[in-house]
T-cell receptor, first 112, second 114 residues
Framework: DAMVIQNPRYQVTQFGKPVTLSCSQT?????MYWYQQKSSQAPKLLFH???????NEADTPDNFQSRRPNTSFCFLDIRSPGLGDAAMYLC???????????FGPGTRLTVT | DQQVKQNSPSLSVQEGRISILNCDYT??????FLWYKKYPAEGPTFLIS?????DKNEDGRFTVFLNKSAKHLSLHIVPSQPGDSAVYFC?????????????FGTGTRLTIIP
């Protein structure tokens, strides 16, 4: 059974057109993360929620926002996608102080 | 500044032999290390981890070795099987980094040759 679900798996958007990626989890984990991974690069943490507390990485562009309406769901909003935002976006969860993170399959974003 | 480095982008190993994947880190504050495995079109999955108080952790065919003085860890897979073909990511964290944030390496693509 899928534990961390990401929709859609593939998303195409136009330059400058807002896009939302979604993540849901059945693990009841209180921490949720969003990573950006470009080809042949390491996954890069954008931000994470510890319960309802939002934690933004210092180098995450303002163009990227996130919402977590409840424990199960977390959204990544890209307000004005640029060509450089084309990447795989990975959602992950963890429980409290556990280092182990559970990843979803990712959403591959293409910007035309 | 890449704090976790996997200098070999790819590695090919004969089935049944040992696969050794290497990882180096620069931040001496890291005290917990993990290996993730990633198949195409799937997210990374946790494989094995090690705390800095240990120098070895073993789980079946997988063993992780940590050399703190050299800031180096390695993942050994023996014997290697075709299903082990995947991209392997090394990750590091520590209690000083808040909420257990992970810093990942760029990955090594392992191919097991039948």
């Amino acid at each position: 059974d899928a534990m961390v679900i990401q929709n859609p798996r593939y998303q195409v958007t136009q330059f400058g057109k807002p896009v939302t990626l979604s993540c849901s989890q059945t693990l009841n984990h209180n921490v949720m993360y969003w990573y950006q991974q470009k080809s042949s690069q390491a996954p890069k943490l954008l931000f994470h929620y510890y319960d309802k507390d939002f934690n933004n990485e210092a180098d995450t562009p303002d163009n990227f926002q996130s919402r977590r309406p409840n424990t199960s769901f977390c959204f990544l909003d890209i307000r004005s996608p640029g060509l450089g935002d084309a990447a795989m976006y990975l959602c992950a969860t963890s429980r409290d102080t556990s280092y182990e993170q559970y990843f979803g399959p990712g959403t591959r974003l293409t910007v035309t | 500044d890449q704090q976790v480095k996997q200098n070999s982008p790819s590695l090919s190993v004969q089935e049944g032999r040992i696969s050794i994947l290497n990882c180096d880190y620069t931040n001496s504050m890291f005290d917990y290390f993990l290996w993730y495995k990633k198949y195409p079109a799937e997210g990374p999955t946790f494989l094995i981890s090690i705390s800095s108080i240990k120098d070895k952790n073993e789980d079946g065919r997988f063993t992780v070795f940590l050399n703190k003085s050299a800031k180096h860890l390695s993942l050994h897979i023996v014997p290697s099987q075709p299903g082990d073909s995947a991209v392997y990511f090394c990750a590091a964290s520590g209690s000083n980094f808040g909420n257990e944030k992970l810093t990942f390496g760029t990955g090594t693509r392992l191919t097991i040759i039948p």
